[in-house]
């Protein structure tokens, strides 16, 4: 399988260098595509790992602080995906009990790629803040919606302006 990826990757490099605008823009909509599905795979592991304990295991305190060690990525790198794979995956409590993701709705625009991991840490930026905490949980889970609807057209920094207005 491995053989077969990497021959597609070199595949679709070649066009860099042989592709018309067209065929480049074409090229650069798949990638982005293709990173927010793979960003998706990716949480969802780091949420199975975590709530399998195994970063507990490994002498870690956190998801954050084990990814940071293990794959050499910045802390800050390794915080902001620890924390939009909790965002947006189902939990359990200590008693074994389910819970639904914290963010239903930017689960799913993320799992289904439309929408980046950038724009599912805007919405739990937003949705932590203390104007956030007031809203009835009808309130917040209609923000939350509006805000995942809002993300499929909006830029995380234009997303960021409105979620904080």
């Known amino acids: 399988m491995g053989r077969v990826f990497d021959s597609a990757l070199d595949e679709l490099a070649s066009v860099t260098a042989t592709g018309s605008e067209a065929e480049l823009l074409a090229l650069v909509r798949l990638c982005e595509s293709v990173v927010r599905r793979v960003d998706a795979i990716s949480t969802s592991a780091i949420a199975a790992l975590d709530a399998q304990g195994a970063f507990l295991t490994r002498g870690y305190r956190s998801a954050a602080r084990a990814l940071s060690d293990l794959l050499s990525w910045d802390y800050v790198e390794a915080r902001r995906?620890?924390?939009?794979?909790?965002?947006?995956?189902a939990r359990t409590t200590l008693d074994g009990t389910p819970l639904p993701a914290r963010l239903p709705s930017a689960a799913?625009?993320?799992g289904a790629g439309d929408i980046a991991l950038r724009h599912v840490e805007v919405i739990g930026r937003v949705l932590?803040?203390?104007?956030?905490?007031?809203?009835?949980?009808?309130?917040?889970a209609g923000v939350e919606a509006?805000?995942?609807?809002?993300?499929?057209?909006?830029?995380p920094s234009e997303l960021q302006t409105l979620g904080t207005a």
């Open 108 to 110: 799913a625009a993320f």
């Open 146 to 155: 509006q805000l995942a609807a809002d993300a499929t057209r909006l830029n």
């Open 128 to 140: 932590a803040t203390d104007a956030a905490e007031r809203l009835s949980p009808e309130q917040w």
């Open 81 to 89: 995906r620890a924390a939009v794979a909790s965002d947006v995956h």
